[in-house]
């Protein structure tokens, strides 16, 4: 009997870590992961018992560093490897807007992160800036907390007082989670296509001309 906390404790230590993992595993995917307020949803359905403020904050921390994970290969990898000279040269054109807006870009992280939206796409599309991810990085993991808290109480108190289809709850919401995925996806690619120069200019949407010269030439 006297081993039993121990037990207790250990068990509780392996699920937090377990969550821990796969939330990152999760975040650093850059696409058609499912949504971490999802799989934080059917744990609250699950184990309404649990504590549900040490699971957001597991899960935001976990979600954070594996985003961070996903920004810093976006930039090793599709800026430095893959990105033509003048696709670097448009993305700059926001980098330079976004160096000189860090309130702006904070507040605008903090409110997407405390959607459900997944923010798989924003951070690609923020790591091939270079940017500093410190600033998006608080902002993301005060959103998510904020987030997660919500999806995990309010999961718990349906597991406590409601009768569910979990399989028709779950299909719906995998529609809806391919269809956001897709969307957003297309705006990474829109993001480094748009020619950012004639929208700072003048407000003009347009592609960016991929054979036009550097500005620097």
Not at 15 to 22: D, K, R, Y
Not at 127 to 147: E, K, M, N
Not at 201 to 207: C, E, M, P, V
């Amino acid at each position: 009997m006297g081993q039993a906390p121990e037990g207790c404790a250990l068990h509780a230590t392996m699920n937090t870590l377990s969550l821990f993992a796969i939330i990152f595993v999760l975040n650093s995917l850059p696409a058609f992961a499912p949504p971490t307020w999802l799989v934080l949803s059917a744990i609250g359905l699950s184990r309404p018992d649990a504590n549900p403020w040490l699971t957001a904050f597991v899960a935001a921390t976990a979600a954070t560093a594996g985003r961070l994970v996903l920004a810093k290969l976006a930039f090793v990898i599709v800026r430095q490897r893959w990105l033509s000279a003048r696709t670097k040269e448009n993305i700059d054109l926001v980098k330079d807007r976004l160096r000189t807006q860090r309130a702006m870009t904070f507040g605008a992280f903090l409110a997407y992160t405390c959607s459900p939206l997944p923010s798989n796409s924003l951070f690609i599309a923020y790591g091939l800036t270079s940017l500093p991810l410190a600033p998006v990085a608080a902002a993301s993991f005060i959103g998510r907390f904020l987030t997660y808290s919500f999806w995990v109480v309010v999961a718990m108190e349906v597991a406590h007082n409601v009768v569910l289809d979990d399989g028709s709850v779950f299909a719906y919401l995998g529609g809806y989670f391919v269809l956001t995925q897709a969307f957003l996806l297309a705006l990474v690619v829109l993001f480094a296509k748009l020619d950012w120069r004639a929208w700072f200019a003048t407000k003009t949407l347009k592609l960016m001309n991929q054979t036009e010269n550097s500005h620097q030439k």
